[in-house]
Structures are given as C-alpha cells and as structure tokens.
C-alpha cells in the first residue's frame, strides 16, 4: 500500500505540471498564429503562472487518477485483457485525463483547460495522463529505488 501512495502522488503532479505546461503552450502557439509577438520570457512567466495558478485542475487529474488506476490495477491483475503493466497504466492515465475534460464539458458546459477545447489539445492532456500512468507504472513496480 505504501509503495502504491508513494507512486500515485507523484504520477498525479507529473500530469498536472505536464498538462499545464501543454496548456500553456498550445494556447500560447494559438495566440502566435494569430501574429501576436510572444517572446520567450512570455512563454515562461505564463508557464509558471499557470503551473502556480491551477490548483483545481490538479484537484481534478489528482480525482480522475483515484478512479482510474484501481481500474488499471484490476486489468492486471486478472489478466483478461492483453497488455503490459505499464501499457494499463499508461492508457489509464491517457483515458482520465482524455475523458475528465469530455465529462466536464458534458455536465458544466466547460474545459478544466482551455487548450483541450481542439483536438490536438484534448490528446495532449491525454499524453499528460500517459506520462503520469506510465511513471505510476514505473514508480509502484518497484523499478525506481528511493
């Protein structure tokens, strides 16, 4: 138990500062397509303030994480469905992220991120998912030595 708290914290950050920072990004390129001048002093006072000023979003992801990875870990452990360890937390964490924004939308009629309101931004929340899923994956198996 120990060892699943000790990963699930930080797979949750993981995901959180990942997605933000996507966020950020996608909506900063969004803005530069539209021929708004953004230097790169820009790009990061608004990656900080945004990884500093999103406090709920990391509420959600770490709340999406609590369903989604007993579910990964009851894949694995009986063994039905084929497919690696880290491959379950890995789509599991894709899968939260990826439909944590499609129920918010759904039932508030909001994005938790603006940029996931695109495609291209929704799947990169999702790739913020995977990359915490995938470091649970690493963390909980015992892989990583503290």
Same mark, same amino acid.
Request: cysteine-free; proline content about 3%.
């Given at each position: 138990?120990?060892r699943? $708290?000790?990963?699930f914290?930080?797979a949750?950050?993981?995901?959180?500062?990942?997605?933000s920072?996507?966020?950020?990004?996608?909506? #900063?390129?969004? #803005?530069?397509d539209?021929?708004v001048?953004i230097?790169?002093?820009?790009?990061l006072?608004?990656? #900080?303030h945004?990884?500093?000023g999103?406090?709920?979003y990391?509420?959600?992801? $770490?709340v999406?994480?609590v369903?989604?990875?007993?579910?990964?870990a009851?894949?694995? %452990?009986?063994?039905?469905?084929p497919?690696? %360890?880290?491959?379950?937390?890995?789509l599991?964490?894709?899968?939260?992220?990826?439909?944590?924004h499609?129920?918010? %939308?759904q039932?508030?009629?909001l994005?938790?991120?603006?940029a996931?309101?695109?495609?291209s931004?929704?799947l990169?929340?999702?790739?913020?998912g995977?990359?915490?899923?995938?470091l649970?994956? #690493?963390?909980s198996?015992? %892989?990583v030595?503290h």
């Open positions: 138990m120990i699943v $708290l000790k990963a914290f930080p949750v950050i993981a995901a959180y500062v990942l997605g920072l996507l966020a950020t990004q996608v909506v #900063l390129g969004n #803005l530069a539209m021929g001048d230097s790169l002093t820009t790009r006072q608004a990656s #900080l945004d990884l500093l999103m406090p709920a990391l509420l959600l992801i $770490l999406a994480f369903i989604a990875m007993p579910i990964a009851g894949l694995v %452990r009986i063994h039905v469905v497919g690696t %360890r880290v491959f379950w937390f890995s599991a964490g894709f899968v939260a992220l990826v439909v944590l499609l129920v918010m %939308r039932v508030l009629g994005y938790p991120v603006a996931a309101r695109e495609w931004g929704l990169l929340q999702g790739l913020a995977a990359v915490g899923g995938f649970y994956n #690493l963390i198996s015992g %892989r030595r």
